[in-house]
């Protein structure tokens, strides 16, 4: 693998802005196609993605939408009949493009990232234009084909009304907590137990508490449903359990930084200041639930006092977490016949009232851009971030657009991977579900490569990496 060239820094190059929207403005991407991981590379993951997993993705969706007919005409009555076979129509016909391999075509349907999704593609196009050639799905970089596919999802909803609200992926997010149900009250007990003893631990016992739940908060990460081509992936067994069987398969572990970070914070803090935690979140179900802990104990333990969240606004990589998702899972919490369940699900709700916690979406974020062009397309989200002691990362997405999806040196740091990203100290939780890592000490990479070819892309590590002034 060959590091990029240092020359393609993206911070010297235009883009178009969000908040200016503007098809004459420079539209330039930081890094060169080439360097990117390539949806063409025969045998890669990012090829077998597009080949077999997103068809299968879609086939799951026409399923879904098919078997909501009826829903749809009690509501809609034969509008809805013909919105669900107008939705399926369109969805097919993306699979047949993508299947056999068509040109990428702009969005026509006006939305809110309409443009600025369009205009994105219409320098992809001008990238090639040297060979007259048009981007197309299994020929260009994996990063924005993906996420290219399910925006022309959503696409296809909204150009289906009276059903343009319909999350097709809905039914296994909520599925996927459902079947989480014994792991759930699990954790729910044990925080409940750490809450209401939260006075009576001394440093030592918090910080444990910190790095467990911080471990939780990794391996949830295993439960996204994209990387199963949407297939259930729940968490089965008390993963409380298992933490120190896991631990070494933790690559990059950075826990100590975030806790010197957070308890040097509660030490300093003046009486009426703050400390902001900011958890850009990952998937529905499992994972959620296991962020939201962690939010809770951050309050509790008062190692923040204000925790903000990001999530998807349009249904994103099959799991990713909408608002919708948000507030269902908090409601279905409060509502449990559970009684660590519905204390939780209770007190989160209170938190929520009182603002502090506080949800947010931005469009940027199911936007194709890797996070180093948001200072120049998303000022006001970059603004926002910058007002955080601490930002969580989770998930694998999420990674690859903090490090542009590029073909790193394993060994390159995490610093210089973030090509300007530095809104305020971060880290990255994810497990490895995708052919990138970076900041790995010498030889460790050859170490997994010769015993697990597939070591990279199968959820089975992990890596809580931190960036910032230590
Ligand atoms: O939910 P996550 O952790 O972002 O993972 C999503 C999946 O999508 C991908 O980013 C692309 O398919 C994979 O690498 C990963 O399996
Ligand atoms: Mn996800």
């Given amino acids: 693998m060959a590091a990029p060239p240092a020359s393609l820094s993206g911070r010297d190059e235009g ?7 503007s098809p004459s403005a420079a539209l330039l991407l930081p890094a060169s196609a080439e360097s990117r991981a390539s949806s063409g590379t025969s045998g890669s993951f990012a090829y077998l993605t597009i080949k077999d997993r997103i068809p299968q993705i879609l086939t799951k969706a026409i399923d879904t939408l098919h078997r909501h007919k009826n829903e749809f005409f009690e509501k809609h009555g034969e509008k809805g009949t013909e919105a669900e076979k107008k939705a399926i129509s369109l969805l097919s016909k993306l699979r047949n493009e993508l ?5 990428i075509i702009p969005f026509v349907e ?3 990232d309409t443009d600025i999704w369009n205009q994105y593609l ?3 196009q001008s990238l090639l234009n040297e060979n007259d050639g048009k981007p197309r799905w299994f020929y260009s970089p994996w990063l924005y084909v993906e996420c290219y596919m399910y925006r022309r999802i959503h696409e296809a909803i909204i150009q289906s009304p009276p ?3 319909f999350d097709v992926f809905k039914e296994s997010k909520d599925q996927n907590f459902f079947e989480s149900r014994e792991s759930i009250i699990a954790l729910c007990t044990h925080l409940q137990e750490v809450v209401t003893a939260i006075e009576d631990l001394d440093e030592n016992q918090l910080k444990d508490e910190f790095f467990r739940l911080l471990q939780i908060s990794l391996w949830g990460n295993k439960c996204d ?8 992936s729940s968490q089965k067994t008390n993963i409380i359990n298992s933490l120190e069987e896991l631990k070494p398969l933790i690559l990059v572990n950075d826990m100590e930084h975030l806790w010197s970070l957070l308890t040097n914070c509660k030490k300093t803090r003046e009486k009426a200041s703050i400390t902001r935690v900011d958890i850009v979140l990952d998937n529905s179900g499992f994972e959620l639930v296991t962020d939201l802990v962690l939010a809770d104990f951050l309050l509790s333990s008062q190692l923040a006092t204000e925790i903000h969240f990001y999530g998807k606004t349009i249904p994103w990589f099959v799991s990713d977490t909408t608002i919708h998702d948000f507030n269902w899972l908090i409601e279905q919490m409060k509502e449990s016949d559970d009684k660590c369940m519905s204390k939780c699900g209770a007190a989160w709700e209170t938190y929520i009232n009182m603002g502090r916690w506080v949800y947010q979406d931005h469009i940027f974020w199911t936007l194709p851009h890797e996070f180093c ?3 120049q397309v998303a000022p006001d989200l970059y603004a926002e971030l910058q007002k955080a002691h601490l930002i969580l990362f989770k998930g694998d997405l999420n990674y690859r657009k903090l490090t542009g999806d590029r073909k790193w040196e394993f060994t390159v740091p995490f610093h210089q991977a973030l090509n300007g990203f530095h809104p305020a100290p971060l880290c990255g939780i994810r497990t490895l579900k995708a052919e990138i890592q970076v900041g790995l000490r010498p030889g460790q990479a050859e170490q997994y490569m010769a ?4 070591w990279l892309t199968t959820g089975k590590y992990g890596v809580l990496q931190f960036d910032g002034p230590l």
């Fill in 110 to 112: 006006k939305f809110v």
């Fill in 225 to 232: 449903l994209s990387l199963s081509g949407g297939d259930t």
């Fill in 15 to 21: 883009f178009v802005s969000l908040s200016s929207p």
């Fill in 99 to 103: 299947q056999t391999d068509k040109p």
């Fill in 163 to 165: 059903i343009d609200d």
């Fill in 122 to 124: 219409e320098y992809q």
């Fill in 373 to 375: 062009v948001m200072s």
């Fill in 451 to 454: 015993s697990e070819p597939n």
